[in-house]
């Protein structure tokens, strides 16, 4: 178990999609029925819908919890609603929850994140492709081909450099964990969280991508070492000639202030003995 009760994803999860009967929803339930997910029911504001792809769909979390035991739900409800989705679903025990949604408006994050500290849930996002544990299970959005089993982690700000990345680590040794944190400026499992994970999967290779905006790459880090994780880190970070101030594709990528610019934690990595990476072709060899 990890730090505040919070569970590390195994591959056994059982599955809820809130937002399931949406054409996002609708879409991403059957690639990862397809990908082995256990997903065995969905939610839906809609009652004439009663199964999306074999999977029956009822109006409520706490019916989907005391039916089939749900204990992972992923969000795909519209911004507006989410708040009110995530809350049902730690009322009615879910012990992990994968918010997709983007646009969640700050107040709304904030609230999440309190009461997802408070319960000792395991919140990932919002704004977040997901987590997969490739060959096991896939909660989230990501495309699979860029994900081959093996023994490298991978913690993300964005999705889209994190398939980027996956694809170079798979055709050099594998992946075991990815997990997207996400891109608002709040989110759920920060990177010293994600590495709760990595060390309880006993995971020796871990590279993490990071953003301008904020110092979670550096904290994390420090603090996963401090705790004792001696594997091998390695980072790269987009936007190191962001402009300050200026919002680079996501709402938490925001240079404001010399030490959340990438250049100066580049320099705090290299200092603490963290190897960065400039281009994404050079971690696999900075991985040895």
Request: charged share 25%; aromatic share 6%.
């Amino acid at each position: 178990m990890v730090e505040g009760g919070r569970k590390v994803i195994t591959g056994e999860e059982i599955v809820c999609v809130q937002g399931i009967t949406g054409r996002y929803g609708s879409f991403h339930t059957r690639k990862m029925l397809e990908y082995g997910t256990r997903i065995v029911c969905g939610t839906s504001r809609n009652p004439r819908i009663k199964e999306v792809y074999g999977v029956p769909v009822y109006e409520s979390m706490e019916i989907c919890v005391k039916t089939h035991g749900v204990d992972t739900s992923i969000i795909f409800v519209p911004a507006p609603n989410a708040i009110s989705a995530f809350m049902e679903a730690v009322e009615a025990g879910v012990r992990n929850i994968v918010v997709v949604t983007e646009h969640i408006p700050i107040h709304d994050t904030l609230t999440m994140y309190k009461m997802a500290k408070k319960r000792g849930v395991t919140m990932i996002g919002p704004n977040s492709p997901g987590i997969i544990l490739p060959g096991k299970i896939k909660i989230g959005i990501m495309p699979v081909k860029y994900f081959k089993p093996g023994d490298v982690a991978i913690v993300s700000r964005s999705g889209t450099l994190m398939y980027e990345i996956a694809n170079i680590i798979s055709n050099y040794r594998g992946i075991s964990l990815a997990i997207g944190l996400g891109g608002d400026p709040i989110v759920g499992t920060n990177v010293g969280e994600a590495f709760d994970m990595i060390t309880e999967l006993n995971v020796r290779k871990v590279v993490v991508v990071g953003e301008p905006g904020g110092q979670d790459e550096v904290v994390g880090i420090k603090n996963a070492m401090d705790r004792g994780y001696d594997g091998k880190i390695v980072t790269f970070f987009a936007g190191r000639y962001a402009p300050e101030g200026k919002r680079m594709g996501h709402a938490g990528a925001i240079a404001e202030g010399w030490k959340s610019k990438v250049k100066y934690k580049e320099e705090v990595l290299r200092n603490m003995g963290i190897p960065v990476a400039r281009f994404v072709s050079e971690i696999p060899k900075l991985l040895e």
